[in-house]
């Protein structure tokens, strides 16, 4: 089988012109290959190489504004006119949405407004099933060697992948993009009393083999944030400032994303309802959705229904500036596309993020740190503790406890919780260590209060 | 919509891409040309529908079709896999030899001709929701969407989603069995919002299983509508939750998470084999309170997590893991119980072809005991009443695990009070089961929602549990 762009933009032309022709008023296809490369190892031996490649295709038809969006990975002519007439079928089973429908094709991304983000790299298909293996070797040997308190280990994964997207609707656009990733991941395991493990794991992924940190660096890094909660504890319940490392302050900036969307605004179901254009945070906080970030993550040249990508400042010093939305969502609240449409093969577009982070401030964080009396740090968050339309937090959190400015002793087993409204409000430091390596992400930031609860 | 696949997977003898048992055969050989302990292939014909009520109307229609085999080498601890979409020979060649690259050569295991092994069966499904009559379903979704708009005029927005699948599975192992299993599943699900008095709140209620559209006889769809409102109203006045270490009393059925995620996943055999889990090395002492007994159990009709086979062909059981308290045994799959020497327990499952097996769980039941679940409750003097969750999470290594309540109450001299606000509550696997106190006769399964996530990958699991009393466990409320 071939994924080579052309070829499969004739295919998505000819789904999306063979809907038309079945009495589709909108088609959409949407085609997505992918070709991977995972090396997993455990001390030092191969315990997984898998290598495959793969395709499908995703189809949006709308007839009399009712929708169905099927999805297949037969992709021979035969099998295609079936799927498109069964595609057809199927969205008589739904019923009129007068909001349903695709951008005004005006609005479409031109052929100027393609810009090249910088996220494939030709050099990643070089890299083979041995050149893996020896990435993840060498991360785990090096998390071994930095610490003898290394006991054991939950390997180390490196994965290669390349893949491609088109899309090609009936309003116009045709448009591809292309990209590569590889990641290396490295899981030390360390013996803590009491028969307790400590497991840490330290990760770099890049858009370019070159810009990867080497599986040495990864491998220490790992190791030392592994041995680092030795001897972890409870804290007694209390009220204190938490300072969020970039790893559990992205959770809190993802979570945020949640109640942001344009589509959790028209069904009601986020706390920030009504709260456009007023202050839900510090002015220290500015979020950021640039899907034109060179090399980023979560770049995209358009956006899931072809409008060119732009970038958006959702919250401008504390100030909400308002939903992202789709071009549905935007019908919905009586506003345009803020061009955030995501869109898998499975599903219609919805609001999704591109790269979505807090912006870094102007403190290290060694000073932020440093200049806090008495704090709990959170490395790690865990669970699912957040009601979007209360705006509820409450989870479980592991980390350090911060004693005059310095790391007192490593605390697990407790939860942090506060209202996310006055958790945003709160914020009183951002550092400026802000990285791109996921595509939600966070510098270390402070909250002046919360409530820890331990024994 | 009538596809003729929905009944005859491609790969079947009426499929339009018949893999016969000598194909498989040749495959095997191929995958263990170069050596190696164990070779299997997985095909896999997935068909997968969906509609999505909101707003008064059937806003989106979904049906999607997967089709692959996977191709398997073990040498060792090592894994070659590769997979293909492309049923034809020469691809699925290509699969066997990039999956064969993993061993080392030499000394290659001799395959042994497969030959048909029947499972049982599990799913009590005449006729897949997939394949009922479209109007049927709508009909059970617009009920649903009547019964929560009906409960309160408080009720705003309501949105109700059916996910459907039909799963058809062949696998050829080295060791002779070709087994081929059709997986039926369905998820109905209700999300609320309600609004009062400038306040706002969500519920959500859903249920399903490996079951026919039996499964909504009498007012089922009425009873998921009215149960997400209810807890959108209940919850509207909630307080804030306390915060540290209290008496926790959890009632039947959804609060099964709190055993798959603290001792479930600690007790999966990949983890105990490489020695990274709390419960490694410890069969047979005692880990929880000697009034537990768990069972992970892929044998229950109609579960989410019930299989007749595991993704390795293997007949789907059930295993008791802790029988009053003292520890019994992991789940395996064909690896970890090779390298452990012992059986596999039927536990290997993965998401899809695209994706090599794991130790996972089916069903994971805490089974009942002997105390009235009202004198439970009766015998809290403060404490916290919950019965309904998001979600639960694990590290496996240090044991620690939470889970998010949805809907909990305040015990206050035994009686069940006041309604609080969502909240997280930590604990660790192997001292928490240490804390279960009392057992209620009251045992109930989850209804079918739940999915695991392991490894990247998503499987549909069944949990249960009668009301149980913890004695300290910390709750993540803002009341320090």
Not at chain 1, 211 to 219: T, V
Request: with cysteine; charged share 25%.
């Amino acid at each position: 089988m071939s994924d080579s762009t052309d070829q499969m933009m004739e295919t998505a032309e000819a789904v999306v012109a063979r809907a038309v022709d079945l009495g589709a008023h909108t088609a959409e296809a949407l085609v997505v290959t992918r070709r991977e490369l995972t090396a997993k190892i455990r001390l030092s031996k191969p315990e997984l190489v898998q290598q495959a490649s793969s395709r499908a295709l995703g189809l949006r038809v709308i007839r009399d504004q009712c929708t169905a969006v099927c999805h297949t990975a037969d992709l021979a002519p035969a099998a295609l006119e079936d799927f498109a007439a069964q595609a057809v079928a199927a969205a008589r089973l739904s019923e009129p949405d007068p909001d349903a429908g695709p951008p005004d094709p005006g609005s479409l991304a031109g052929p100027g407004e393609r810009p090249d983000l910088d996220i494939y790299d030709p050099a990643m298909s070089e890299v083979d099933a041995d050149r893996a293996l020896a990435l993840a070797v060498a991360g785990e040997q090096a998390a071994r060697d930095h610490d003898p308190r290394i006991t054991n280990s939950e390997g180390a994964t490196c994965s290669v992948g390349a893949g491609q997207r088109i899309l090609v609707t009936s309003g116009g656009f045709a448009g591809s993009y292309r990209g590569t990733y590889a990641s290396v991941v490295v899981e030390p395991v360390a013996d803590d009393a009491d028969g307790k493990k400590r497991n840490g794991q330290w990760w770099d992924g890049r858009r370019h083999l070159a810009h990867l940190a080497s599986p040495e660096d990864i491998g220490a890094e790992a190791a030392r944030r592994t041995v680092e909660q030795l001897g972890a504890r409870k804290v007694d319940t209390c009220e204190v400032p938490v300072i969020f490392s970039p790893e559990a302050g992205s959770q809190v900036i993802s979570t945020l994303f949640g109640v942001i969307s344009g589509g959790a605004a028209y069904r009601r179901s986020t706390y920030l309802v009504e709260r456009e254009n007023t202050a839900i945070a510090s002015p220290l906080v500015t979020v950021v959705d640039d899907p034109l970030l060179p090399g980023g993550p979560g770049s995209r040249p358009f956006d899931g229904e072809g409008l060119a990508s732009r970038k958006n400042v959702v919250v401008d010093r504390g100030t909400f500036t308002g939903f992202l939305c789709d071009t549905y969502a935007g019908r919905r609240l009586g506003r345009p596309s803020t061009r955030s449409a995501g869109r898998g093969i499975s599903g219609p577009p919805g609001v999704t993020s591109s790269n979505f982070y807090l912006l870094g401030g102007d403190v290290t964080p060694q000073a932020l740190v440093a200049d806090t009396d008495r704090a709990l740090y959170v490395t790690r968050l865990m669970g699912f503790g957040f009601n979007p339309v209360t705006g509820d937090f409450s989870k479980g959190a592991e980390g350090f406890w911060i004693e005059k400015g310095n790391r007192a002793y490593p605390v697990s087993e407790v939860t942090i919780s506060a209202n996310l409204d006055d958790l945003l409000q709160s914020v009183d430091a951002v550092a400026n260590d802000l990285d791109h390596r996921s595509s939600t992400a966070s510098p270390t930031f402070r909250v002046s209060n919360m409530t820890v609860a331990g024994t | 919509m009538s596809d003729p696949s929905y009944s005859a997977p491609a790969f079947s003898s009426r499929g339009e891409t018949e893999i016969s048992a000598e194909h498989c055969d040749r495959l095997v050989g191929e995958a263990l040309s170069r050596g190696g302990d164990y070779a299997d292939l997985f095909f896999e014909h997935s068909h997968s529908g969906s509609f999505t009520h909101e707003d008064g109307r059937v806003k989106n229609v979904g049906r999607g079709v997967s089709l692959g085999m996977g191709a398997r080498v073990v040498d060792g601890e090592a894994t070659g896999y590769a997979y293909t979409q492309d049923l034809d020979a020469a691809p699925m060649r290509e699969a066997a030899h990039t999956a064969a690259t993993i061993a080392a050569g030499g000394g290659a295991t001799e395959a042994v001709a497969v030959s048909e092994v029947a499972c049982p069966s599990y799913y009590p499904v005449q006729t897949p929701t997939l394949l009922a009559p479209d109007a049927d379903r709508l009909a059970l979704i617009r009920r649903a969407d009547a019964a929560a708009r009906a409960y309160d005029p408080a009720v705003t927005k309501v949105q109700v989603s059916l996910g459907e699948g039909l799963r058809h599975v062949m696998m050829a192992t080295s060791d002779g069995r070709l087994v081929t299993d059709s997986q039926p599943l369905f998820r109905f699900f209700v999300r609320v919002v309600a609004e009062k008095d400038g306040k706002r709140q969500t519920g959500s209620s859903g249920g399903g299983g490996r079951q026919g559209l039996a499964y909504f006889d009498g007012e089922r769809p009425e009873i998921i509508g009215r149960e997400a409102a209810r807890i959108a109203l209940a919850m509207m006045d909630a307080r804030e939750a306390p915060a540290g270490e209290m008496t926790v009393v959890l009632g039947p059925g959804d609060s099964g998470i709190l055993l798959h995620e603290a001792v479930g996943h600690g007790l999966e055999a990949d983890f105990n084999r490489k020695g990274t889990s709390n419960y490694s090395g410890r069969v047979g002492e005692p880990v929880a309170s000697a009034l537990c007994t768990v069972v992970d159990d892929a044998t229950q009709p109609g579960a989410r997590g019930s299989v007749n086979t595991d993704d390795e062909g293997l007949d789907g059981r059930r295993t008791v893991l802790i029988e009053e308290g003292i520890l019994k045994g992991y789940m395996h799959d064909r690896l970890s119980a090779r390298l452990m020497g012992t059986d596999p327990t039927g536990n290997g499952r993965r998401e899809d072809f695209t994706v090599t097996p794991y130790p996972r769980m089916t069903n994971t039941f805490l089974l009942a005991g002997q105390r009235d679940p009202e004198e439970i409750i009766r015998s809290v003097d403060r404490g916290i009443y919950a019965c309904r969750f998001s979600g639960g999470q694990v590290n496996i290594s240090n044991g620690d695990f939470v889970f998010s309540l949805t809907e909990s109450y305040l015990i206050d001299h035994g009686k069940i009070t006041t309604p609080l606000r969502g909240v997280n509550l930590i604990g660790n696997g192997p001292d928490v089961l240490t804390r279960v106190s009392m057992v209620g006769t009251d045992f109930a399964a989850a209804d079918g929602i739940w999915t695991c996530g392991k490894e990247g990958q998503s499987v549909p699991v069944g949990v249960g549990t009668p009301t149980i009393k913890l004695d300290g466990i910390t709750v993540g409320g803002t009341q320090a």
